[in-house]
Protein backbone atom coordinates (compact mmCIF):
# COMPACT_ATOMS: atom_id res chain seq x y z
CA UNK A 1 0.00 0.00 0.00
CA UNK A 2 2.86 2.93 0.72
CA UNK A 3 4.59 1.65 -2.49
CA UNK A 4 0.72 2.21 -4.33
CA UNK A 5 0.30 5.53 -2.42
CA UNK A 6 4.24 6.85 -3.13
CA UNK A 7 4.11 6.12 -6.89
CA UNK A 8 0.77 7.25 -7.55
CA UNK A 9 1.91 10.75 -6.39
CA UNK A 10 5.46 10.95 -7.18
CA UNK A 11 6.04 9.20 -10.58
CA UNK A 12 1.82 9.38 -12.25
CA UNK A 13 1.28 12.80 -10.35
CA UNK A 14 4.76 14.48 -9.91
CA UNK A 15 7.42 13.99 -13.02
CA UNK A 16 7.77 13.56 -16.74
CA UNK A 17 3.65 13.66 -17.52
CA UNK A 18 3.42 16.91 -15.63
CA UNK A 19 7.12 18.64 -17.31
CA UNK A 20 5.79 17.89 -20.82
CA UNK A 21 2.33 18.71 -19.97
CA UNK A 22 3.44 22.46 -18.37
CA UNK A 23 5.71 22.92 -21.33
CA UNK A 24 2.40 21.60 -23.76
CA UNK A 25 -0.22 23.99 -21.78
CA UNK A 26 1.80 27.22 -21.19
CA UNK A 27 2.30 26.78 -17.92
CA UNK A 28 6.39 27.19 -17.95
CA UNK A 29 8.72 27.43 -21.08
CA UNK A 30 10.96 24.82 -22.03
CA UNK A 31 14.33 26.52 -22.10
CA UNK A 32 16.83 23.36 -21.77
CA UNK A 33 17.32 19.86 -23.15
CA UNK A 34 14.06 17.78 -23.25
CA UNK A 35 11.73 20.54 -22.34
CA UNK A 36 13.23 23.04 -25.36
CA UNK A 37 12.44 19.87 -27.60
CA UNK A 38 8.62 19.61 -26.23
CA UNK A 39 8.68 23.60 -26.70
CA UNK A 40 9.92 23.57 -30.31
CA UNK A 41 8.34 20.43 -30.75
CA UNK A 42 10.97 18.08 -31.81
CA UNK A 43 10.72 14.63 -31.67
CA UNK A 44 7.20 14.47 -29.71
CA UNK A 45 5.92 11.50 -31.88
CA UNK A 46 9.00 8.91 -30.33
CA UNK A 47 8.33 6.11 -28.96
CA UNK A 48 10.97 6.76 -26.49
CA UNK A 49 9.43 9.80 -24.95
CA UNK A 50 7.02 8.64 -22.10
CA UNK A 51 8.33 4.78 -22.27
CA UNK A 52 8.72 5.29 -18.75
CA UNK A 53 5.63 6.67 -17.73
CA UNK A 54 3.95 4.13 -19.42
CA UNK A 55 5.64 1.38 -17.76
CA UNK A 56 5.83 3.25 -14.54
CA UNK A 57 2.17 3.13 -15.00
CA UNK A 58 1.30 -0.11 -15.55
CA UNK A 59 3.78 -1.06 -12.38
CA UNK A 60 1.79 1.26 -10.02
CA UNK A 61 -1.49 -0.35 -11.56
CA UNK A 62 0.10 -3.88 -11.12
CA UNK A 63 0.85 -3.23 -7.63
CA UNK A 64 -2.33 -1.57 -6.76
CA UNK A 65 -4.20 -4.97 -8.41
CA UNK A 66 -1.88 -7.20 -6.13
CA UNK A 67 -4.04 -5.48 -3.35
CA UNK A 68 -7.08 -5.82 -5.00
CA UNK A 69 -6.74 -9.46 -5.15
CA UNK A 70 -5.42 -9.98 -1.87
CA UNK A 71 -7.58 -8.16 -0.12
CA UNK A 72 -11.08 -8.80 -1.62
CA UNK A 73 -13.06 -12.06 -0.12
CA UNK A 74 -11.34 -15.24 -1.00
CA UNK A 75 -7.88 -13.51 -1.25
CA UNK A 76 -6.53 -14.38 2.03
CA UNK A 77 -6.12 -10.81 3.36
CA UNK A 78 -9.03 -9.16 5.36
CA UNK A 79 -8.37 -5.48 4.96
CA UNK A 80 -10.70 -3.80 3.10
CA UNK A 81 -9.55 -0.49 4.14
CA UNK A 82 -6.53 -1.33 1.73
CA UNK A 83 -8.93 -2.55 -0.49
CA UNK A 84 -11.30 0.14 -1.11
CA UNK A 85 -7.83 2.49 -1.36
CA UNK A 86 -6.50 0.48 -3.84
CA UNK A 87 -9.77 0.51 -5.90
CA UNK A 88 -9.83 4.54 -5.41
CA UNK A 89 -6.67 4.91 -6.95
CA UNK A 90 -6.43 2.09 -9.74
CA UNK A 91 -9.24 4.75 -11.20
CA UNK A 92 -7.12 7.64 -10.75
CA UNK A 93 -4.18 5.79 -12.61
CA UNK A 94 -5.85 4.61 -15.09
CA UNK A 95 -7.66 7.85 -15.67
CA UNK A 96 -3.52 9.48 -16.08
CA UNK A 97 -3.14 6.29 -18.34
CA UNK A 98 -6.10 6.61 -20.71
CA UNK A 99 -6.32 10.67 -20.74
CA UNK A 100 -2.73 10.71 -21.61
CA UNK A 101 -2.46 7.97 -24.31
CA UNK A 102 -6.11 7.76 -25.43
CA UNK A 103 -6.77 4.09 -26.00
CA UNK A 104 -4.74 1.48 -23.76
CA UNK A 105 -4.76 -1.95 -22.86
CA UNK A 106 -7.25 -2.60 -19.53
CA UNK A 107 -9.43 -5.30 -19.73
CA UNK A 108 -6.27 -8.42 -20.96
CA UNK A 109 -3.83 -5.91 -19.38
CA UNK A 110 -1.89 -7.26 -16.26
CA UNK A 111 -2.21 -10.92 -17.15
CA UNK A 112 1.67 -11.29 -17.09
CA UNK A 113 2.65 -13.93 -19.17
CA UNK A 114 -0.80 -15.35 -19.69
CA UNK A 115 -1.24 -12.73 -22.14
CA UNK A 116 1.81 -10.60 -23.32
CA UNK A 117 0.18 -8.61 -26.30
CA UNK A 118 -3.19 -7.39 -24.56
CA UNK A 119 -5.35 -5.30 -27.12
CA UNK A 120 -6.12 -1.67 -26.29
CA UNK A 121 -10.16 -0.78 -25.52
CA UNK A 122 -11.74 2.36 -26.40
CA UNK A 123 -11.47 5.27 -23.70
CA UNK A 124 -15.64 5.22 -23.44
CA UNK A 125 -15.13 2.26 -22.11
CA UNK A 126 -12.42 2.56 -20.34
CA UNK A 127 -14.44 5.88 -18.56
CA UNK A 128 -17.08 3.06 -17.17
CA UNK A 129 -14.21 1.69 -15.48
CA UNK A 130 -12.98 4.55 -13.67
CA UNK A 131 -16.35 5.85 -12.27
CA UNK A 132 -17.07 1.82 -11.22
CA UNK A 133 -13.75 1.47 -9.61
CA UNK A 134 -14.41 4.50 -7.96
CA UNK A 135 -18.20 3.60 -6.75
CA UNK A 136 -16.43 0.21 -5.73
CA UNK A 137 -14.15 1.94 -3.34
CA UNK A 138 -16.75 3.64 -1.51
CA UNK A 139 -18.48 0.96 -1.01
CA UNK A 140 -15.74 -1.08 0.49
CA UNK A 141 -15.01 2.13 2.77
CA UNK A 142 -18.83 1.82 4.08
CA UNK A 143 -17.73 -1.97 5.33
CA UNK A 144 -14.69 -0.68 6.96
CA UNK A 145 -15.13 -1.62 11.01
CA UNK A 146 -11.28 -2.10 12.62
CA UNK A 147 -8.57 -1.17 10.56
CA UNK A 148 -4.89 0.41 11.07
CA UNK A 149 -4.18 3.29 9.07
CA UNK A 150 0.14 2.19 8.93
CA UNK A 151 0.90 2.72 5.53
CA UNK A 152 -1.52 5.13 4.19
CA UNK A 153 0.70 8.41 3.29
CA UNK A 154 -1.89 10.48 2.60
CA UNK A 155 -4.79 10.48 5.09
CA UNK A 156 -3.40 7.59 7.61
CA UNK A 157 -2.71 9.36 11.08
CA UNK A 158 -6.37 9.67 12.29
CA UNK A 159 -8.77 6.66 12.23
CA UNK A 160 -11.26 8.74 12.87
CA UNK A 161 -11.14 11.11 9.96
CA UNK A 162 -9.24 8.76 7.26
CA UNK A 163 -12.29 7.09 5.58
CA UNK A 164 -14.37 9.84 5.37
CA UNK A 165 -11.58 11.58 3.71
CA UNK A 166 -11.02 8.96 1.23
CA UNK A 167 -14.66 8.98 0.34
CA UNK A 168 -14.57 12.64 -0.45
CA UNK A 169 -11.69 12.16 -2.29
CA UNK A 170 -13.65 9.19 -4.32
CA UNK A 171 -16.33 11.27 -5.22
CA UNK A 172 -14.60 14.53 -5.89
CA UNK A 173 -12.67 12.26 -8.51
CA UNK A 174 -15.90 11.01 -9.65
CA UNK A 175 -17.10 14.74 -10.45
CA UNK A 176 -13.87 15.39 -12.13
CA UNK A 177 -14.42 12.49 -14.65
CA UNK A 178 -17.78 13.21 -15.06
CA UNK A 179 -17.03 16.86 -16.27
CA UNK A 180 -14.26 15.35 -18.56
CA UNK A 181 -16.79 14.19 -20.17
CA UNK A 182 -18.65 17.24 -21.16
CA UNK A 183 -18.39 16.62 -24.94
CA UNK A 184 -19.90 13.52 -25.23
CA UNK A 185 -21.73 13.16 -22.49
CA UNK A 186 -24.59 15.66 -22.21
CA UNK A 187 -24.99 15.04 -18.73
CA UNK A 188 -21.92 15.17 -17.70
CA UNK A 189 -22.00 18.17 -16.05
CA UNK A 190 -25.23 17.22 -13.83
CA UNK A 191 -23.63 13.96 -13.00
CA UNK A 192 -20.98 16.12 -11.82
CA UNK A 193 -23.18 18.09 -9.76
CA UNK A 194 -24.52 15.22 -8.19
CA UNK A 195 -21.33 14.15 -6.26
CA UNK A 196 -20.12 17.17 -5.56
CA UNK A 197 -21.54 17.64 -1.89
CA UNK A 198 -20.05 14.08 -1.01
CA UNK A 199 -16.58 15.81 -2.06
CA UNK A 200 -14.29 17.75 -0.47
CA UNK A 201 -15.24 20.22 1.97
CA UNK A 202 -11.98 22.70 2.34
CA UNK A 203 -8.65 22.56 1.68
CA UNK A 204 -7.96 20.11 4.36
CA UNK A 205 -9.47 17.47 2.48
CA UNK A 206 -7.34 17.89 -0.72
CA UNK A 207 -5.74 14.07 -2.06
CA UNK A 208 -2.70 14.84 -1.87
CA UNK A 209 0.83 13.46 -1.13
CA UNK A 210 3.11 15.33 1.91
CA UNK A 211 5.72 13.02 3.15
CA UNK A 212 8.65 14.84 1.14
CA UNK A 213 11.91 15.05 2.83
CA UNK A 214 14.49 17.96 2.64
CA UNK A 215 17.18 14.85 1.68
CA UNK A 216 18.48 14.42 -2.04
CA UNK A 217 16.35 11.20 -2.29
CA UNK A 218 13.47 12.64 -0.50
CA UNK A 219 12.35 16.00 -1.98
CA UNK A 220 9.48 16.84 -3.84
CA UNK A 221 10.24 15.83 -7.57
CA UNK A 222 9.68 19.23 -9.12
CA UNK A 223 12.26 20.94 -6.38
CA UNK A 224 14.65 18.40 -7.52
CA UNK A 225 14.11 18.37 -11.14
CA UNK A 226 14.69 22.47 -11.02
CA UNK A 227 17.99 22.22 -8.51
CA UNK A 228 19.66 19.15 -11.10
CA UNK A 229 18.79 20.40 -14.38
CA UNK A 230 16.47 23.66 -14.47
CA UNK A 231 15.08 22.74 -17.63
CA UNK A 232 11.71 25.03 -17.16
CA UNK A 233 11.52 28.62 -17.34
CA UNK A 234 8.09 30.72 -16.20
CA UNK A 235 5.82 31.03 -19.23
CA UNK A 236 5.22 34.70 -20.90
CA UNK A 237 2.05 33.22 -21.79
CA UNK A 238 0.48 32.62 -18.40
CA UNK A 239 2.48 35.49 -16.99
CA UNK A 240 0.20 37.91 -19.19
CA UNK A 241 -2.54 36.32 -18.16
CA UNK A 242 -1.87 37.30 -14.99
CA UNK A 243 -0.32 40.49 -15.53
CA UNK A 244 -3.35 41.53 -17.32
CA UNK A 245 -5.54 40.92 -14.43
CA UNK A 246 -2.92 42.66 -11.37
CA UNK A 247 -3.08 38.78 -10.49
CA UNK A 248 -1.42 39.28 -6.85
CA UNK A 249 -0.42 35.56 -7.17
CA UNK A 250 2.42 37.17 -9.42
CA UNK A 251 4.80 36.74 -6.08
CA UNK A 252 4.39 33.88 -5.18
CA UNK A 253 4.40 32.27 -8.44
CA UNK A 254 7.09 33.53 -10.37
CA UNK A 255 11.24 34.46 -9.45
CA UNK A 256 12.77 37.81 -10.20
CA UNK A 257 15.65 38.18 -12.51
CA UNK A 258 17.52 41.65 -11.33
CA UNK A 259 14.63 42.46 -9.52
CA UNK A 260 11.90 42.08 -12.41
CA UNK A 261 9.81 39.35 -14.28
CA UNK A 262 11.04 37.78 -17.30
CA UNK A 263 9.50 34.92 -18.21
CA UNK A 264 10.07 33.27 -21.44
CA UNK A 265 8.41 33.57 -24.68
CA UNK A 266 6.84 30.15 -25.49
CA UNK A 267 8.40 28.60 -28.31
CA UNK A 268 11.35 31.27 -29.18
CA UNK A 269 12.85 31.39 -25.80
CA UNK A 270 16.26 31.67 -25.68
CA UNK A 271 18.20 28.11 -24.56
CA UNK A 272 19.82 28.44 -21.51
CA UNK A 273 19.92 26.39 -18.36
CA UNK A 274 19.11 29.39 -15.71
CA UNK A 275 19.59 32.88 -14.91
CA UNK A 276 18.42 34.00 -17.99
CA UNK A 277 14.41 34.05 -17.75
CA UNK A 278 12.35 34.17 -14.36
CA UNK A 279 11.58 30.39 -12.55
CA UNK A 280 9.08 29.33 -10.42
CA UNK A 281 8.78 30.36 -6.93
CA UNK A 282 6.61 27.68 -5.88
CA UNK A 283 9.74 25.31 -6.90
CA UNK A 284 12.29 27.01 -5.75
CA UNK A 285 10.28 27.29 -2.05
CA UNK A 286 8.75 23.47 -2.04
CA UNK A 287 11.60 21.20 -1.43
CA UNK A 288 9.00 19.51 0.28
CA UNK A 289 5.85 20.91 -1.10
CA UNK A 290 3.23 18.67 -1.52
CA UNK A 291 1.79 16.26 -4.93
CA UNK A 292 -1.52 17.29 -5.15
CA UNK A 293 -3.88 14.65 -6.92
CA UNK A 294 -6.91 16.56 -7.14
CA UNK A 295 -7.48 19.67 -4.51
CA UNK A 296 -10.28 21.49 -2.77
CA UNK A 297 -10.55 24.19 -5.17
CA UNK A 298 -10.40 22.25 -8.54
CA UNK A 299 -13.37 20.92 -6.63
CA UNK A 300 -15.12 23.84 -6.67
CA UNK A 301 -14.10 24.93 -10.41
CA UNK A 302 -15.74 22.41 -11.63
CA UNK A 303 -18.47 22.93 -9.23
CA UNK A 304 -18.64 26.43 -10.97
CA UNK A 305 -18.64 25.29 -14.89
CA UNK A 306 -21.24 22.41 -13.77
CA UNK A 307 -23.25 24.88 -12.34
CA UNK A 308 -22.64 27.10 -15.27
CA UNK A 309 -23.35 24.82 -17.87
CA UNK A 310 -26.78 23.75 -16.31
CA UNK A 311 -28.30 27.37 -15.55
CA UNK A 312 -27.58 27.15 -11.93
CA UNK A 313 -26.96 31.23 -11.05
CA UNK A 314 -24.90 30.50 -7.85
CA UNK A 315 -21.68 29.32 -10.37
CA UNK A 316 -20.62 32.83 -9.38
CA UNK A 317 -20.44 32.05 -5.90
CA UNK A 318 -18.43 28.28 -6.55
CA UNK A 319 -16.16 30.26 -8.34
CA UNK A 320 -15.11 32.57 -5.89
CA UNK A 321 -15.18 30.44 -3.04
CA UNK A 322 -12.39 28.30 -5.41
CA UNK A 323 -10.01 31.41 -6.34
CA UNK A 324 -10.59 32.26 -2.40
CA UNK A 325 -9.43 28.43 -1.80
CA UNK A 326 -6.80 28.79 -4.48
CA UNK A 327 -5.45 32.04 -2.85
CA UNK A 328 -5.13 30.36 0.38
CA UNK A 329 -3.83 27.24 -0.97
CA UNK A 330 -1.05 29.00 -2.37
CA UNK A 331 -0.26 30.98 0.84
CA UNK A 332 -2.14 34.30 0.16
CA UNK A 333 -5.35 34.58 2.73
CA UNK A 334 -9.20 34.63 1.51
CA UNK A 335 -9.44 38.48 1.71
CA UNK A 336 -6.85 38.79 -1.21
CA UNK A 337 -9.16 36.37 -2.75
CA UNK A 338 -12.38 38.25 -2.39
CA UNK A 339 -10.67 41.30 -3.30
CA UNK A 340 -8.92 39.81 -6.74
CA UNK A 341 -12.17 38.19 -7.61
CA UNK A 342 -14.75 41.47 -6.83
CA UNK A 343 -12.04 43.87 -9.16
CA UNK A 344 -10.55 41.65 -11.59
CA UNK A 345 -12.88 38.37 -12.13
CA UNK A 346 -16.64 40.13 -12.09
CA UNK A 347 -15.67 42.72 -14.53
CA UNK A 348 -14.77 39.53 -16.60
CA UNK A 349 -18.23 37.70 -16.50
CA UNK A 350 -19.84 39.42 -19.19
CA UNK A 351 -22.48 37.75 -21.55
CA UNK A 352 -20.70 34.98 -23.44
CA UNK A 353 -17.04 35.44 -21.57
CA UNK A 354 -18.27 33.36 -18.38
CA UNK A 355 -16.89 30.14 -19.48
CA UNK A 356 -13.80 31.10 -20.71
CA UNK A 357 -13.16 32.65 -17.09
CA UNK A 358 -13.72 30.18 -15.13
CA UNK A 359 -11.57 28.20 -17.21
CA UNK A 360 -8.68 30.96 -17.61
CA UNK A 361 -8.95 31.40 -12.84
CA UNK A 362 -8.62 27.63 -13.15
CA UNK A 363 -5.65 27.77 -15.04
CA UNK A 364 -4.25 30.12 -13.54
CA UNK A 365 -4.83 28.52 -10.19
CA UNK A 366 -3.21 25.26 -11.74
CA UNK A 367 0.18 26.36 -11.85
CA UNK A 368 2.60 24.52 -11.51
CA UNK A 369 2.04 20.73 -9.43
CA UNK A 370 -1.41 20.57 -11.55
CA UNK A 371 -0.45 20.68 -14.96
CA UNK A 372 -1.92 17.80 -16.19
CA UNK A 373 -5.11 18.90 -15.19
CA UNK A 374 -4.90 21.86 -17.00
CA UNK A 375 -3.99 20.26 -20.34
CA UNK A 376 -6.84 17.73 -20.01
CA UNK A 377 -9.22 21.32 -19.58
CA UNK A 378 -7.56 22.58 -22.28
CA UNK A 379 -7.69 19.65 -24.80
CA UNK A 380 -11.44 19.35 -23.55
CA UNK A 381 -12.14 23.14 -24.24
CA UNK A 382 -9.14 24.99 -25.95
CA UNK A 383 -11.79 28.18 -27.15
CA UNK A 384 -10.61 29.32 -23.38
CA UNK A 385 -7.49 30.06 -24.14
CA UNK A 386 -5.13 31.37 -26.52
CA UNK A 387 -1.50 29.68 -26.53
CA UNK A 388 1.13 31.88 -28.06
CA UNK A 389 3.81 29.16 -29.15
CA UNK A 390 3.97 29.68 -32.72
CA UNK A 391 5.14 25.96 -33.20
CA UNK A 392 1.63 25.09 -31.90
CA UNK A 393 0.46 25.74 -35.63
CA UNK A 394 0.69 22.79 -37.83
CA UNK A 395 3.02 23.91 -40.42
CA UNK A 396 5.49 24.23 -37.29
CA UNK A 397 4.80 20.82 -35.95
CA UNK A 398 1.65 21.53 -34.07
CA UNK A 399 -0.22 21.45 -30.21
CA UNK A 400 0.63 17.67 -29.04
CA UNK A 401 -2.68 16.48 -28.60
CA UNK A 402 -1.89 13.18 -26.89
CA UNK A 403 1.14 10.96 -26.32
CA UNK A 404 2.88 8.72 -28.89
CA UNK A 405 2.82 5.01 -27.74
CA UNK A 406 5.82 3.69 -25.43
CA UNK A 407 8.83 2.00 -27.08
CA UNK A 408 7.81 -1.64 -24.66
CA UNK A 409 4.52 -1.77 -26.96
CA UNK A 410 6.10 -0.89 -30.12
CA UNK A 411 8.81 -3.94 -29.22
CA UNK A 412 5.96 -6.42 -27.94
CA UNK A 413 2.98 -5.39 -28.45
CA UNK A 414 2.64 -3.69 -32.31
CA UNK A 415 0.17 -5.52 -34.03
CA UNK A 416 -2.56 -4.02 -31.61
CA UNK A 417 -1.30 -0.60 -31.12
CA UNK A 418 -3.78 2.12 -32.67
CA UNK A 419 -1.76 4.16 -35.92
CA UNK A 420 -1.67 7.69 -33.89
CA UNK A 421 -0.28 11.49 -34.84
CA UNK A 422 -0.02 13.00 -31.81
CA UNK A 423 -0.56 16.83 -33.47
CA UNK A 424 -3.74 15.50 -35.03
CA UNK A 425 -5.46 12.92 -33.26
CA UNK A 426 -7.36 13.82 -30.57
CA UNK A 427 -8.31 11.60 -27.44
CA UNK A 428 -12.05 10.09 -27.61
CA UNK A 429 -13.09 12.90 -24.57
CA UNK A 430 -11.41 15.88 -26.66
CA UNK A 431 -13.60 15.27 -29.50
CA UNK A 432 -11.36 12.22 -31.16
CA UNK A 433 -11.83 9.11 -33.15
CA UNK A 434 -11.57 5.89 -31.18
CA UNK A 435 -8.71 3.80 -32.75
CA UNK A 436 -8.70 0.30 -31.42
CA UNK A 437 -7.64 -2.25 -33.90
Known amino acids: LPDGILKSAFETTGTDIAWYATVYIEH ?42 KTSPGGGEDNPYALGIAQILTAYNLAVLTDMWGEVPWTEALKGSANLQPKYDKQSAI ?8 DD ?6 TVTTFST ?17 KKAANSLKARYYLRLSNVDSNGASKALGVIASGFTGNADNLSFAK ?36 PRITVYFTTVKGVYNPAPNGTATKTQ ?22 YHELKFIEAEAKFRTGDASWTASLQTAIEANFVYQGLTTAAGTAYYTTQVVPRLTVGNELKEILTQKYIAFYEFEAIEAYNDYRRVPSFLALKNPNNLISSGGFVWRFPYAES ?10 AINVFSDKVWWAGGSELVK
Do not use: C
Not at 127 to 134: A, R
Open 28 to 69: SAGTWAQANDADNRVGQQSASLFNKNWNSLYDVLEILNDIIV
Open 127 to 134: YVVIQQLL
Open 137 to 142: GIATLN
Open 150 to 166: VGDYIYGGSAATAIAKW
Open 212 to 247: YEATATGENPWYQFLNDRTHLSSSKTLYDIMNTRND
Open 274 to 295: GGVYSTSLLTQNGRTAPTPMMT
Open 409 to 418: EVASNSANIP
